[in-house]
């Protein structure tokens, strides 16, 4: 390193807490500043909190640096912090080390004209790549293989660099499975077992380790609900549209190629499954891994209202479209059966040939329920109510032969217990409108993956405990994170209330 010189440090943290909390920062037992980050009480839009430091005038010595971060909760035992990254930056002279590495002046910024890079120890080096523009690489060769060797190049900015060292490439090796076999999605994915060419109504999408229920359910939909379904396995996806890479755009491409390759508009392909559950954890880092057939998540991580999953992104067909913007419209309808195995996927395929062999006629296909919350706080909850009353008086004029049930929580008597209000009667009315079935229930109101409403009138143990083996339900949640399906750590009560 060069001595004389200081360096910089860059230090990102994230911490949840209901009170404030803090990061100290140390490098070589010196003090670089502090993190603070405000506590959670109050603001209902945040999951947590995320700071930096950025210290440019720390003094090193040696290329033995410690850098020390510690958390201080404020007294709060139940605070969580969380490094995101440290970066330091150490001006250092350019010397061959036997390996390959990257580099840049951030001074060079401030020198305009040319600016003249020194090498030592570079017999090994073999080239320069500029790096700064990804999409024009340029290359410096080292002919002469100097101990010393330089370069110039054009300052007045910070240029990306990488020494190339002979001793340091990577090896191809050989796998042991290395045999990718045949395949032609886009050439064969509209032909039928006549060799015909026949538009796609419904696609399912599966490992291959869930494809014979996939196609299962696919052959069920053919023969009871004429509809022309294909199933069709990630690898396959992967091999053709992401050369075998995990990635949701590629899963995204393929329907676009069917969507815009039918024979009309009008015979496009109108429904997607997503057959498997999918999990936060794309690279498979936490011990639960349930990533099986991958969704999209917003970028942003420390909002309750702006972090989120959907499948509505492979469901926008139209060019420019994908970001999830609120002007985004679905092209198709998207669902997803979140099983982990082949058990669960034989369940969840089980039920939905019993549903639809149940008789049309029975009385309890005509029962309509809707649930509305109670108005804890007059600014937000007061049209949850509103909009219940709303929709029954849609419903019963558009269509009279329904029966529409509304069980408005504010009617009935709440109890104080030991764990916080209840309504217990509105407990029991649920569940009996689940268990002696009914057509559609729909709840409107608060709620999160432990339960819905402040008083739990449905939670992950009642959601458990319910009978109703053939009169299922439409079950439609007007609500928050109750149908979350993509943290195998904290399970859901919705994703509990479909297995």
């Given at each position: 390193m060069i001595g004389s010189r200081p360096a910089s440090l860059k230090v990102v943290t994230g911490a949840i807490s209901d009170i404030g909390s803090s990061f100290t920062c140390e490098v070589n037992g010196v003090s670089a500043g502090t993190i603070g980050h405000f506590g959670l009480?109050?603001?209902?839009?945040?999951?947590?909190?995320?700071?930096?430091?950025?210290?440019?005038?720390?003094?090193?010595?040696?290329?033995?640096?410690?850098?020390?971060?510690?958390?201080?909760?404020?007294?709060?035992?139940?605070?969580?912090?969380?490094?995101?990254?440290?970066?330091?930056?150490?001006?250092?002279?350019?010397?061959?080390?036997?390996?390959?590495?990257?580099?840049?002046?951030?001074?060079?910024?401030?020198?305009?004209?040319?600016?003249?890079?020194?090498?030592?120890?570079?017999?090994?080096?073999?080239?320069?790549?500029?790096?700064?523009?990804?999409?024009?690489?340029?290359?410096?060769?080292?002919?002469?293989?100097?101990?010393?060797?330089?370069?110039?190049?054009?300052?007045?900015?910070?240029?990306?660099?990488?020494?190339?060292?002979?001793?340091d490439f990577?090896?191809?090796?050989?796998?042991?499975?290395?045999?990718?076999?045949?395949?032609?999605?886009?050439?064969?994915?509209?032909?039928?077992?006549?060799?015909?060419?026949?538009?796609?109504?419904?696609?399912?999408?599966?490992?291959?380790?869930?494809?014979?229920?996939?196609?299962?359910?696919?052959?069920?939909?053919?023969?009871?609900?004429?509809?022309?379904?294909?199933?069709?396995?990630?690898?396959?996806?992967?091999?053709?549209?992401?050369?075998?890479?995990?990635?949701?755009?590629?899963?995204?491409?393929?329907?676009?190629?069917?969507?815009?390759n039918a024979s009309s508009p009008a015979n496009r392909v109108k429904y997607l499954n997503m057959f498997g559950d999918a999990s936060f954890d794309y690279k498979n880092r936490i011990s639960v891994r349930e990533n099986i057939v991958p969704s999209f998540l917003t970028a942003e991580a420390t909002s309750l209202t702006q972090s989120y999953v959907t499948d509505d992104f492979f469901t926008y067909m139209n060019p420019n479209e994908g970001n999830v913007a609120t002007n985004n419209l679905m092209d198709l309808a998207v669902g997803r059966m979140i099983v982990t195995d082949i058990t669960e996927a034989r369940e969840m395929v089980d039920k939905v040939v019993s549903y639809t062999a149940q008789p049309a006629f029975e009385r309890w296909r005509n029962d309509v329920v809707l649930i509305g919350d109670d108005i804890d706080d007059p600014q937000t909850d007061s049209n949850l109510q509103v909009n219940v009353n709303d929709l029954a008086d849609q419903i019963e004029l558009n269509r009279p032969d329904y029966n529409v049930r509304k069980i408005m929580m504010d009617?009935?008597?709440?109890?104080?217990?030991?764990?916080?209000?209840?309504?217990?009667?509105?407990?029991?009315?649920?569940?009996?409108?689940?268990?002696?079935?009914?057509?559609?229930?729909?709840?409107?109101?608060?709620?999160?993956?432990?339960?819905?409403?402040?008083?739990?009138?449905?939670?992950?143990?009642?959601v458990e405990n319910l009978r109703n083996p053939n009169n299922l339900p439409l079950f439609i949640t007007v609500t928050c994170e109750f149908t979350r399906f993509d943290n195998p750590l904290r399970p859901s009560g919705g994703g509990k209330s479909i297995s």
């Amino acid at each position: 390193m060069i001595g004389s010189r200081p360096a910089s440090l860059k230090v990102v943290t994230g911490a949840i807490s209901d009170i404030g909390s803090s990061f100290t920062c140390e490098v070589n037992g010196v003090s670089a500043g502090t993190i603070g980050h405000f506590g959670l009480a109050g603001v209902n839009t945040l999951v947590s909190r995320r700071g930096q430091l950025i210290a440019n005038n720390i003094n090193v010595s040696s290329d033995d640096v410690d850098v020390k971060i510690t958390f201080d909760n404020s007294g709060n035992p139940g605070a969580e912090g969380y490094l995101d990254y440290i970066e330091l930056e150490v001006p250092q002279s350019l010397v061959g080390i036997g390996e390959s590495y990257r580099f840049r002046n951030t001074e060079a910024a401030l020198q305009p004209g040319v600016v003249q890079f020194q090498f030592s120890n570079a017999t090994s080096i073999s080239e320069v790549w500029n790096i700064s523009d990804p999409y024009n690489v340029t290359t410096v060769l080292n002919n002469t293989s100097d101990a010393n060797f330089s370069f110039v190049d054009s300052g007045g900015e910070v240029k990306e660099y990488i020494v190339v060292d002979n001793n340091d490439f990577f090896n191809p090796i050989s796998v042991s499975n290395r045999r990718v076999a045949n395949q032609n999605l886009k050439g064969t994915i509209f032909i039928d077992s006549n060799g015909n060419f026949k538009d796609i109504d419904y696609l399912i999408i599966t490992p291959s380790f869930l494809e014979s229920e996939a196609q299962r359910l696919a052959n069920y939909h053919i023969t009871s609900s004429n509809l022309n379904t294909k199933v069709v396995t990630l690898s396959d996806i992967y091999n053709e549209f992401s050369e075998g890479e995990q990635d949701i755009a590629a899963i995204r491409n393929f329907v676009k190629y069917v969507y815009d390759n039918a024979s009309s508009p009008a015979n496009r392909v109108k429904y997607l499954n997503m057959f498997g559950d999918a999990s936060f954890d794309y690279k498979n880092r936490i011990s639960v891994r349930e990533n099986i057939v991958p969704s999209f998540l917003t970028a942003e991580a420390t909002s309750l209202t702006q972090s989120y999953v959907t499948d509505d992104f492979f469901t926008y067909m139209n060019p420019n479209e994908g970001n999830v913007a609120t002007n985004n419209l679905m092209d198709l309808a998207v669902g997803r059966m979140i099983v982990t195995d082949i058990t669960e996927a034989r369940e969840m395929v089980d039920k939905v040939v019993s549903y639809t062999a149940q008789p049309a006629f029975e009385r309890w296909r005509n029962d309509v329920v809707l649930i509305g919350d109670d108005i804890d706080d007059p600014q937000t909850d007061s049209n949850l109510q509103v909009n219940v009353n709303d929709l029954a008086d849609q419903i019963e004029l558009n269509r009279p032969d329904y029966n529409v049930r509304k069980i408005m929580m504010d009617s009935y008597q709440q109890l104080s217990t030991a764990g916080g209000f209840r309504y217990p009667d509105v407990e029991e009315a649920v569940k009996n409108a689940f268990e002696r079935g009914s057509l559609v229930i729909n709840y409107f109101g608060h709620g999160n993956e432990d339960g819905l409403a402040q008083e739990f009138i449905v939670t992950q143990s009642s959601v458990e405990n319910l009978r109703n083996p053939n009169n299922l339900p439409l079950f439609i949640t007007v609500t928050c994170e109750f149908t979350r399906f993509d943290n195998p750590l904290r399970p859901s009560g919705g994703g509990k209330s479909i297995s």
